[in-house]
Each structure stands twice: as C-alpha cells, then as structure tokens.
C-alpha cells in the first residue's frame, strides 16, 4: 500500500501561481508513474498532468499545457506541479496519483492509477 499526500493547495487570484506537492510512502518511488488529476464541483475527475518514473517524460492535456509542468526529485519520494497563469476555471480539488510501472506507462485516465491521494484544493479567485 502506497500512501499519498498531497499539499500547496490554497486560495490565488486569476494569473496567479501555485506549488502542489506530493509525497510518497515508499520505497521504490521511482518504478511508479505518478500524475495529478483535478474535480470540480459536478464535474468528473480529469487529467491535469503525468510524469514517468526517470521524469523524463511528461504528458498535459490541452487545457494546462503551456502553463503547467510536473517534476519529480525521486530522492524525496515526491512529485511537483508548478501552475502558472491560473485561471479560475482551474479551480478544483487537485489529486495525487500513482501507478506501478517500471515499464514507463503513463497516467492518462483516472483507471490507470493504482494508488490516490486525499486531494488539496485549489481556489482560482477573478
């Protein structure tokens, strides 16, 4: 069992900037792909961003590409995601994810992880 917390969530202004991190209960942090997904109210879970396990490859979806990026420090058992320019349409629970994969598959879909976090909000003010 891999546990996950994530932190940096907060309350920003529209242009705004924030850090999530999240930090990972094992020890073999770097055979796990690890991705960030985000809810908004009503809404389903959706990708946000996914990072293999040497962190040399990064996927986004359109809607944050340009304006967020993903890195880890496999030393630290933790994964980042730096957002830039924040809009308030980014406004959501951001969640932590993991999946086992020494192979370097990615995280695209909330069915792919195998591990989540708790979720830290994030609130995107106008």
């Known amino acids: 069992q891999v546990q996950l917390i994530e932190s940096g969530g907060g309350l920003v202004q529209a242009g705004g900037s924030l850090r999530l991190s999240c930090a990972a209960s094992t020890r073999a942090f770097s055979t796990y792909t690890m991705g960030w997904f985000r809810q908004a109210p009503g809404k389903e879970r959706d990708f946000v961003a996914a990072i293999d396990w040497r962190g040399g490859k990064a996927d986004f979806p359109d809607s944050v590409k340009g304006r967020f990026t993903i890195s880890r420090d496999n030393r630290k058992n933790t994964v980042y995601l730096q957002m830039n320019s924040l809009k308030p349409e980014d406004t959501a629970i951001y969640y932590c994810?993991?999946?086992?994969?020494?192979?370097?598959?990615?995280?695209?879909?909330?069915?792919?992880?195998?591990?989540w976090g708790q979720g830290t909000q994030v609130t995107v003010s106008s």
């Open positions: 994810a993991a999946k086992f994969a020494p192979g370097g598959a990615t995280i695209t879909r909330t069915s792919d992880a195998d591990y």
